[in-house]
């Protein structure tokens, strides 16, 4: 359902998607359209060769708007998705919501082999585009196939942004027992610098049970405040 036409200012949306169908590579184009700031060639070599099947609603006008949705796949797990998209801000698209993810098997939708599934929910407030940045106020993994190991229990609260995290991870699985509160900056500033500053917690992790090394005692724990940099050349002080 269409209103407010035709002044744009006017314009309300109220749209109802049913057993609708497509591909990654159609969905770039859709979001594309939306926000033309959004990589579309990225977002179309996601799962290839997968059909996603989706029943939502988008309701709003096209600067801010609801859209609720559940996308699954034939073989890839299930997505649902609640979130309150602002299209107002410069070549980029504003979302503040919760996803649930059901099994996404990461490994097949990235083409990243050690990847398995993923079942997790979260809580999102972030900027997608330009300037990509993400506020997880709190997303709780249940499970995290990595190397032929899942992961369980795992929480992480923190801010996400291009290359930057600034948070904490904490995990409780039996072989992975660890917590981690800090920030790791994975790209270069502005001196030519990529800092890590943490505390790091590991009261136990079994690097045999996590499918790294072949020997059947390989574990060890260890207490860790770090502030770290490293220079461009590699150096590290």
């Known amino acids: 359902r269409v209103k407010g036409l ?18 990654a590579s159609d969905l770039a184009l859709f979001l594309n359209t939306l926000n033309p700031s ?12 997968e059909t996603v099947f989706f029943n939502g609603s988008l309701s709003g ?5 609801v859209a609720l949705g559940h996308l699954s796949t034939t073989s ?44 997790c929910d979260a809580s999102l407030d972030g900027v997608l585009g330009k300037a990509t940045s993400f506020d997880i106020d709190s997303m709780k993994i249940a499970s995290f196939n990595f190397n032929g190991y899942d992961y369980k229990d ?11 995290f600034d948070g904490s991870i904490s995990c409780a699985d039996p072989n992975l027992d660890f917590s981690f509160k800090g920030l790791a900056n994975f790209s270069q500033d502005s ?7 943490f505390n790091l917690n590991v009261r136990n992790i079994n690097l045999h049970a996590l499918n790294f090394d072949k020997r059947e005692i390989s574990s060890f724990a260890l207490r860790s405040n770090a502030d770290i940099v490293v220079s461009a050349d590699g150096n590290i002080r």
């Open 76 to 119: 890839m797990g299930n997505v649902h998705l609640e979130f309150l998209c602002d299209n107002t801000i410069d070549e980029s698209m504003g979302l503040r919501g919760n996803i649930l993810v059901d099994k996404l098997d990461l490994g097949g939708i990235l083409c990243m082999p050690d990847m398995g599934e993923l079942s």
């Open 191 to 197: 001196n030519n610098v990529a800092r890590y500053k």
């Open 6 to 23: 035709p002044e744009p200012e006017s314009l309300l949306l109220d749209v109802n998607f049913k057993k609708c169908q497509t591909t």
């Open 38 to 49: 959004l990589d579309k060639e990225s977002i179309g070599r996601l799962a290839p060769g």
């Open 154 to 164: 795992i929480i992480v609260d923190g801010l996400l942004t291009d290359n930057k």
């Open 61 to 65: 006008n096209p600067e801010k708007f």
